[in-house]
């Protein structure tokens, strides 16, 4: 009982790094319909951002806030350099564009940090936290997910910039006949998508080590936990994540073991496609022809 | 008065194609022009064409400065609030929301508090709708809340496309005596586009007959509703 609870629980602390990513994907695909292949690459190398900067000395919270920071800017760069001008292109155009920031971020990474595995640490080592349930890091990881969902939670709902960013997400026009720079709230969305993905990358790299290709199995889960959620619904897709976290680790651990865990990824994206399409939450689109 | 919006030889349209071809009109300070048109004459182009949503080509003077090449978000935070065809809901926003969101650009929180308040009184069913979310309303309540969306900006021109669009005569009836009170007491300008043609006469002090992208006709309300083929061709008897 005691191995089943620690599965669960430990689950749930890689589910809320799914939870996170996957609600910046949805935040993308929200305002813009697109899915962002890259945004696993650019987790990636917002993680590598902090090791150079725990690496040149900075203190662990100085280096997170900075690569937040960072992070925030290059999204919003990303957005207004490479997808502005893509922004009325026919899907394809958009999916294709997305795959070559994935390659390049990819390359670039391994160009200038190498391809060799590096440790990363974690802010996360007290003993007083040790037991037999969770590892000090996975308390903290699962904390630190939990305080982002509540300041996006707070931001979007209390805020009046992160209303103008759903009206942008919703009705672009309208929003524009009010006043809404629709445009820097796109970019805005990119930008607080890649933080969200930059903190998602240096929770999960203490766990699965620092190298350009890490991400590659976690955005699978995080992409299975936007679908699974409904890939139009924040609050969806958290859940997914956490769901996805859970169902990944009890499946390793007693059904198919871990080389196959990632299977259990691709069954499930399979699966809501097949049968609920929109997902548990998800809207679903009826079209009046 | 002098003349809160001048527009002087406008074309306008979509891709390749002009739809307005050279329009004219003007709105008073503190007056109310109606359009009239039939279907495909051009009455919401113009609108767009105004508020910089499309791809324009003239002269536009709003409040004493030329805003034919400004962008919409500009255009709109000199105080020109559009209430656009199909109403422009935020759907799964909540009715407080939207009309949150319609005073997005201004920085007096008690203002805007107060505003609510206003229109609440206005649109006593928007009160009862407060939390719940837009898209569920009746097309009546969301043509309500887009025009209290609008007035939340507290603007100086209040621009509508068509308000009466599929709503039952008593709305109708509601909308119009709504608008007349913002203009005498606020003091909002109006520029009513209309198909309704006996209601938007009776509204407005100027109104003028757009044709295929083209004023035909302008002046006086009481002139064109006493004009013989306006009164064959919108007024019906």
């Known amino acids: ?289 | 008065m002098s003349a809160l919006l001048e527009v002087t030889d406008l074309h306008a349209g979509y891709g390749p194609a002009d739809v307005l071809h050279g329009v004219g009109f003007a709105v008073a300070n503190g007056g109310i022009t109606t359009v009239l048109g039939a279907n495909g004459a051009g009455k919401t182009t113009l609108l767009r064409a105004v508020c910089g949503l499309i791809r324009r080509r003239g002269n536009v003077q709003f409040d004493g400065q030329s805003i034919a090449t400004r962008t919409t978000e500009r255009i709109v935070r000199m105080g020109l609030a559009h209430v656009p065809d199909g109403r422009g809901t935020f759907t799964l926003l909540s009715t407080e929301e939207n009309l949150r969101v319609g005073a997005i650009t201004r920085r007096d929180s008690r203002g805007v508090a107060a505003d609510m308040q206003k229109m609440f009184t206005y649109f006593p069913r928007l009160q009862e709708r407060r939390g719940q979310q837009a898209g569920t309303l009746s097309g009546g309540e969301q043509q309500m809340l887009a025009i209290a969306r609008a007035l939340m900006l507290r603007p100086k021109l209040l621009v509508l496309d068509e308000p009466s669009f599929g709503l039952a005569p008593m709305v109708v009836q509601d909308i119009f005596r709504i608008m007349r009170t913002v203009n005498q007491e606020e003091k909002v300008s109006i520029l009513l586009v209309e198909q309704n043609a006996r209601l938007a006469l009776e509204l407005a002090d100027t109104a003028y007959l757009l044709e295929t992208g083209r004023v035909v006709q302008g002046g006086p309300s009481e002139q064109l509703r006493d004009d013989e083929t306006v009164r064959r061709a919108y007024l019906g008897y």
């Open chain 1, 1 to 289: 009982m005691d191995a089943f609870l620690h599965q669960v629980l430990s689950g749930l602390a890689t589910g809320g790094i799914y939870a996170a990513l996957a609600l910046a994907l949805v935040m993308i695909y929200q305002s813009t319909h697109h899915i962002n292949f890259a945004q696993g690459e650019m987790a990636m190398f917002s993680t590598y951002i902090a090791w150079s900067f725990i690496d040149a000395g900075f203190p662990y919270w100085v280096a997170f806030v900075l690569t937040v920071l960072a992070s925030l800017l290059i999204g919003i760069v990303i957005e207004r350099v490479v997808i502005r001008p893509v922004e009325h292109a026919p899907v394809l155009s958009v999916v294709i564009v997305f795959i070559a920031l994935l390659v390049i971020l990819n390359s670039t990474a391994g160009w200038i940090f190498s391809y060799t595995i590096k440790t990363f640490p974690s802010p996360f080592d007290w003993r007083g936290l040790q037991n037999s349930y969770l590892s000090p890091h996975e308390i903290g990881s699962i904390g630190v997910t939990l305080m982002v969902l509540l300041v996006l939670y707070g931001f979007f709902r209390f805020t009046s910039l992160g209303l103008a960013m759903r009206a942008a997400a919703q009705n672009p026009v309208s929003s524009r006949l009010v006043g809404i720079r629709v445009g820097w709230m796109l970019a805005l969305g990119w930008g607080l998508a890649a933080a969200i993905g930059a903190i998602a990358g240096m929770m999960i790299a203490p766990v699965i080590y620092l190298d350009p290709n890490m991400m590659s199995g976690v955005m699978l889960y995080a992409f299975a936990a936007a679908l699974l959620g409904g890939i139009d619904n924040p609050f969806g897709a958290v859940l997914g994540g956490f769901i996805v976290g859970v169902v990944e680790n009890i499946a390793g651990a007693y059904i198919v073991g871990t080389e196959l865990k990632l299977s259990v990824a691709l069954v499930l994206i399979v699966g809501v496609l097949l049968f609920r399409p929109s997902g548990l939450f998800g809207r679903r689109y009826v079209v009046r022809v």
